[in-house]
């Protein structure tokens, strides 16, 4: 018996509504499982590529039954699916009854170079040239073959998985559990060219701590270490859900804010630049730290470069200017902090 397992396994069914009667009295475990039936090829294609399923079972005697197995097996993002080709075509039956194991040989081996996982004979129950040996061999043959796609489907589920894992681990800064500088020059990209296509806007900020050197000097890196956990999560906190925070290195930070003007942004700076400053970070009952922040906002423009390295680079150099300035500043574009005209946004 083949067991789903909750693994929600879908199948589809590349055939006529004669061939799925025949197949589903073969196969009495099959609803168990999702199965969709298509019988036109174009369909069949765009079904796969929204929707790709777990196992496949395609119809030789359909049109564009050879070709759905030659482009699948082109397609290399969808390499986990497990094709079965069932040949109901009578000229085959006929050569492979008149010519025996020879024949079925070759047929097999030209199924499975032109793109099938596996190549079955539809043999019909009520068909009555075939003995009961045979019928149950087959049968057995199926549903092997099923086994063998839900296990496909399972390794790619556990891989999925485990590539989810790391990804996160590799884009996570372990001490903050804010995105890491990998993550940004995995995103920053994206969201560049994303915001050039939808023709929106997109901001971004370069922060960091003032002085967070004397902390360390001062009380020791775990303090230094534990201000930093608790910097993260009050600016978290406080984020937009269009903006993205990164810990760029150090006590050096980038947030990306998705759909935000310039002026924008700068009221988000300005926003941020008092929310840290206002109230002191309280580590234990004799222990509270009053920091600020400097930082620097650029927005982006049609002369920056599709990796965002201009972008980045003019935020650093207006960070650098507020560090300059005497820290505790936010620059932008012909701007200095607290310039009283701004207009506030909603959070």
């Known amino acids: ?27 009495r475990d099959m609803a168990d499982f999702n199965i969709e039936v298509i019988d036109n090829f174009n369909q069949v294609v765009s079904w796969i590529e929204i929707t790709p399923p777990d196992i496949i079972l395609v119809q ?29 075509r009578p000229g085959q039956l006929n050569d492979r009854n008149m010519y025996s194991w020879q024949r079925e040989l070759e047929m097999s081996a030209a199924a499975l170079e032109q793109g099938a996982d596996a190549y079955i004979w539809h043999i019909i129950e009520e068909r009555t040239d075939h003995s009961l040996a045979e019928l149950t061999a087959n049968n057995s043959l199926i549903l092997a073959q099923l086994i063998v796609g839900l296990r496909k489907a399972q390794k790619y589920r556990d891989l999925i998985r485990a590539n989810d894992v790391l990804s996160a681990i590799a884009f996570a800064d372990s001490l903050t ?80 804010l998705g759909n935000t003007t310039n002026d924008e942004a700068l009221v988000v700076a300005s926003r941020l630049n008092r929310i840290i400053s ?65 207009k506030a946004i909603s959070y």
């Open 60 to 88: 030789a005697s359909l049109d564009g039954s050879m070709e759905l197995c030659g482009w699948l097996k082109d397609q290399t993002k969808l390499s986990c699916i497990h094709c079965i080709l069932f040949d109901d």
């Open 177 to 256: 559990e804010l995105n890491n500088r990998r993550a940004l020059e995995w995103d920053l990209p994206r969201q560049i060219q994303r915001a050039k296509i939808q023709k929106t806007s997109l901001s971004l900020i370069f922060l960091d701590i003032d002085h967070f050197k004397k902390v360390n000097d001062t009380h020791g890196h775990v303090v230094g270490d534990r201000l930093l956990q608790m910097f993260c999560k009050r600016l978290q906190k406080n984020l937009r859900c269009q903006d993205t925070a990164f810990r760029y290195g150090g006590d050096e930070f980038v947030l990306l």
């Open 278 to 342: 206002d109230e002191p970070f309280v580590l234990s009952n004799k222990l509270a730290i009053n920091i600020t922040i400097s930082l620097g906002a650029a927005c982006l423009s049609d002369q920056d470069d599709h990796q965002g390295e201009s972008l980045l680079h003019r935020a650093d150099q207006y960070l650098l200017q507020a560090k300059t300035a005497g820290r505790n500043q936010i620059i932008g574009s012909n701007y200095l902090s607290r310039v009283p005209h701004l």
């Open 1 to 27: 018996m083949i067991k789903n397992e909750a693994m929600n396994i879908s199948i589809l069914v590349f055939g006529k509504n004669n061939f799925i009667a025949t197949l589903l009295d073969q196969i």
